[in-house]
């Protein structure tokens, strides 16, 4: 009797962590309404597929970024941030506020649930030889490999000590930057430098890149669009799709 009392209170602990392990890890977004706002749009946002990919793989030629398995709390913070003026992006992203306002709390977890559900998707890397033939100054990954996992002694931190090896991310704050798009991480890397971008929680980024040159923002660049997330000796699979 007294055995299966604690088995059964023992049980409903279990499914407490696990009910709510489940709820953290879906980020309380609702994968399917998010499918089809990320498919069909939402009164006046255009269906986010035709510019971040059927994938959300991102788009070097939109300037638009990955968005498949990057942490959902931190695409649902992205779109606060857009939506509250508090990120205001140049170029092709400059309809970002407009689009994140059309969507509702609800909405915008919805979509982050379903953009990092995806995370089983094949990796869709930027083309840097076809980048550079278009005339993009495209940099020596080597170069960027070290200022990822090593910094620049007394000039920059590795990128690692935040975003973990090789940029695999570190969520639910620092998102996954390995494998994202090229075009997108210049852009971002020169907005926090220059100060555009500036919803980075304590400054951390614009810290990070005030001494970035032209040329370290190209090679960083380089690396990470097309970093291996693991490797024989560092095979800890990232577990960004958790929350
Ligand atoms: C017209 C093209 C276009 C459409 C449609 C579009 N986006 Fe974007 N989006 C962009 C661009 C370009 C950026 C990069 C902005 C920048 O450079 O800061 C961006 C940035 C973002 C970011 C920031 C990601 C990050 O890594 O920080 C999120 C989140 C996002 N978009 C979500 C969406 C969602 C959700 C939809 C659909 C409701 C959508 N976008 C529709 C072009 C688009
Ligand atoms: C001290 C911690 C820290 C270090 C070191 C760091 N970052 Fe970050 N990074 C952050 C934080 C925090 C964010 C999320 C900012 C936000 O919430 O908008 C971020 C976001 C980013 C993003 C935006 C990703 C996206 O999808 O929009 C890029 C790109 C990036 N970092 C690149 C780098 C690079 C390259 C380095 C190394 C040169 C680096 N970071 C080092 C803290 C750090």
Redesign the pocket.
């Known amino acids: 009797m007294r055995k299966s009392k604690f088995m059964l209170s023992s049980w409903l602990v279990m499914a407490a962590v696990m009910v709510s392990g489940a709820s953290y890890a879906a980020g309380a977004g609702n994968a399917a309404n998010g499918k089809t706002i990320f498919t069909q749009g939402k009164g006046a946002a255009a269906p986010c597929a035709s510019c971040h990919g059927e994938n959300a793989m991102g788009n070097d030629a939109m300037g638009a970024?990955r968005l498949a398995n990057?942490g959902s709390t931190?695409v649902v913070?992205?779109l606060n941030?857009l939506a509250n003026d508090k990120r205001v992006p140049e170029g092709a992203g400059a309809v970002m506020p407009m689009f994140a306002k059309e969507l509702n709390d609800q909405d915008r977890r919805d979509v982050s649930a379903y953009v990092n559900s995806l995370e089983a998707a094949k990796p869709e890397l930027s083309d840097l030889k076809a980048l550079k033939e278009a005339g993009e100054p495209v940099g020596n990954p080597g170069k960027g490999n070290e200022?990822?996992n090593f910094g620049v002694t007394g000039k920059?931190?590795?990128?690692q000590?935040?975003?973990q090896y090789n940029g695999r991310g570190a969520a639910p704050?620092?998102?996954q930057?390995a494998q994202?798009k090229y075009t997108y991480?210049v852009n971002?890397?020169k907005a926090w430098r220059a100060g555009t971008r500036a919803?980075?929680?304590m400054g951390?980024?614009r810290q990070?890149a005030k001494n970035?040159t032209d040329e370290d923002i190209a090679n960083?660049s380089a690396y990470?669009s097309q970093a291996r997330l693991t490797t024989s000796g560092n095979s800890r699979v990232p577990e960004n799709a958790k929350y």
Do not use: F, R, T
């Open positions: 970024p990057l931190y913070k992205q941030d200022i990822v920059v931190p590795a990128c000590g935040c975003h704050l620092y998102p930057i994202q991480l971002q890397l919803n980075d929680s951390q980024m990070v970035l960083v990470l």
